[in-house]
């Protein structure tokens, strides 16, 4: 049986901060995604976005935030596509993660839950399905090209913003009224390779000589069509997150985050959480905040391992 100091559940941006620091306290550490890519939200919604409130950089594109933090594991074991579904303690209070690791503390860094995108509610044919994407993973699929984005929320204007320097974008939503920043909508309002859809939901769409026909429905007019042709649909309507397991561990939750005390503990012995996961008056889901949870944690499971240790916090004297 594999054994380690300590364990990680979730690659987000959080859970890889979490163990490079992790690494730099010499803990042994194992992390698991269930994706089959280190990055979580970031890598899976906004790879391309340049991200500006990351303290020391004016602006870092999502990947490139992503591979710096994978590149300072030097020591940690990834096992990814693995969704962690059981955990068990020991006698001795070692916890057993899926039967086969061994750990003598946890740290769930495990986001909104292992997430799904949710998907297009039209009956499609297995041609039409090439051309509908649920991420921006590879934004090369979309170069000069019309593209539709469905979606009012902040993944939405983010792809449209960005996509919409290679490629003509339709960017359709169900309310007039966008969720995401309002500084997006004017700059894609701005733009004239742009076209803002709003209110409409998608009825239709079929294949026709390699181009599809996207017809659309205004919201509340019932002999309202239009039908715009798109090479490409975008679907930005959020993600499903499943986060059922947590229940099952007997982690305590609030409003289905996790409880967490200031040490980043949970309910459980040697079990701790940070980043999106968890909630506390306060919090919100930035990522800056996260890494600081995750040095609070890593501080605290240092102690709770190693007690009779004096505890050193800076990088160079560690
Ligand atoms: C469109 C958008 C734009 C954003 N822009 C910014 C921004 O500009 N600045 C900023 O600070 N924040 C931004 N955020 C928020 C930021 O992305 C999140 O706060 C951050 O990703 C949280 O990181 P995390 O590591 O806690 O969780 P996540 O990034 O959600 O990662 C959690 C990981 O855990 C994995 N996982 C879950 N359950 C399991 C399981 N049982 N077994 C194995 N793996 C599991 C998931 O697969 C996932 O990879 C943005 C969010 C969105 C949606």
């Given at each position: 049986?594999?054994?380690?100091?300590?364990a990680?559940?979730?690659?987000?941006?959080?859970?890889?901060?979490?163990?490079?620091?992790?690494?730099?306290?010499?803990?042994?550490?194992?992390?698991?995604?269930?994706?089959?890519?280190?990055?979580?939200?970031?890598?899976?919604?906004?790879?391309q976005?340049?991200?500006?409130d990351?303290?020391?950089?004016p602006?870092?594109?999502?990947?490139?935030?992503?591979?710096?933090?994978?590149?300072?594991?030097?020591?940690?074991?990834?096992?990814?596509?693995?969704?962690?579904?059981?955990?068990?303690?020991?006698e001795n209070?070692?916890?057993?993660?899926?039967?086969?690791?061994k750990?003598?503390s946890?740290?769930?860094?495990?986001?909104?839950?292992a997430?799904?995108?949710?998907?297009?509610?039209?009956?499609?044919?297995?041609?039409?399905?090439?051309?509908?994407?649920?991420?921006?993973?590879h934004p090369?699929?979309?170069?000069n090209?019309?593209v539709?984005?469905?979606?009012?929320?902040?993944s939405?204007?983010?792809?449209?913003?960005?996509?919409a320097?290679?490629?003509?974008?339709f960017?359709?939503?169900?309310?007039?009224?966008f969720?995401?920043?309002?500084?997006?909508?004017?700059?894609?309002?701005?733009?004239?390779?742009?076209?803002?859809?709003?209110?409409?939901?998608?009825k239709?769409v079929?294949?026709?000589?390699n181009?599809?026909?996207?017809?659309?429905?205004?919201?509340?007019?019932?002999?309202?069509?239009?039908?715009?042709?798109?090479?490409?649909?975008?679907v930005?309507?959020?993600?499903?997150?499943?986060?059922?397991?947590?229940?099952?561990?007997?982690?305590?939750?609030?409003?289905?985050?996790?409880?967490?005390?200031?040490?980043m503990h949970?309910?459980?012995?040697?079990?701790?959480?940070?980043?999106?996961?968890i909630?506390?008056?306060?919090?919100?889901?930035?990522?800056?905040?996260?890494?600081?949870?995750?040095?609070?944690?890593?501080?605290?499971?240092?102690?709770?391992?190693?007690?009779?240790?004096?505890?050193?916090?800076?990088?160079?004297?560690?």
């Amino acid at each position: 049986m594999e054994k380690y100091d300590l364990a990680i559940i979730g690659t987000g941006p959080i859970g890889l901060f979490a163990a490079s620091f992790a690494n730099l306290h010499g803990l042994k550490t194992i992390s698991f995604d269930a994706l089959d890519e280190v990055g979580g939200q970031i890598n899976m919604l906004y790879p391309q976005k340049n991200i500006k409130d990351i303290p020391a950089f004016p602006s870092i594109k999502g990947e490139k935030l992503v591979s710096q933090l994978f590149e300072q594991n030097t020591n940690t074991k990834f096992i990814l596509s693995h969704k962690v579904k059981e955990i068990s303690f020991l006698e001795n209070e070692n916890i057993l993660i899926d039967k086969t690791y061994k750990v003598k503390s946890l740290l769930i860094a495990t986001g909104l839950g292992a997430f799904k995108p949710k998907t297009l509610p039209l009956s499609t044919t297995l041609d039409i399905q090439k051309h509908i994407h649920y991420s921006m993973q590879h934004p090369e699929i979309f170069a000069n090209k019309k593209v539709a984005i469905l979606g009012g929320g902040d993944s939405a204007l983010d792809w449209a913003l960005e996509l919409a320097t290679t490629s003509d974008i339709f960017l359709i939503h169900r309310r007039n009224e966008f969720r995401g920043l309002e500084s997006s909508v004017n700059k894609l309002k701005s733009l004239k390779n742009v076209e803002l859809l709003t209110p409409y939901l998608p009825k239709d769409v079929q294949l026709n000589n390699n181009r599809m026909e996207l017809v659309l429905h205004k919201v509340g007019a019932s002999q309202d069509f239009v039908t715009k042709n798109v090479d490409e649909i975008l679907v930005a309507y959020g993600f499903k997150s499943d986060n059922r397991q947590l229940r099952k561990w007997g982690i305590k939750l609030d409003h289905n985050l996790i409880a967490v005390s200031q040490q980043m503990h949970t309910n459980l012995p040697h079990v701790y959480a940070i980043g999106d996961a968890i909630t506390y008056p306060g919090r919100v889901p930035m990522i800056a905040l996260g890494f600081g949870e995750a040095q609070i944690a890593i501080s605290n499971i240092m102690q709770d391992l190693f007690p009779e240790k004096t505890m050193t916090f800076h990088s160079t004297s560690i």
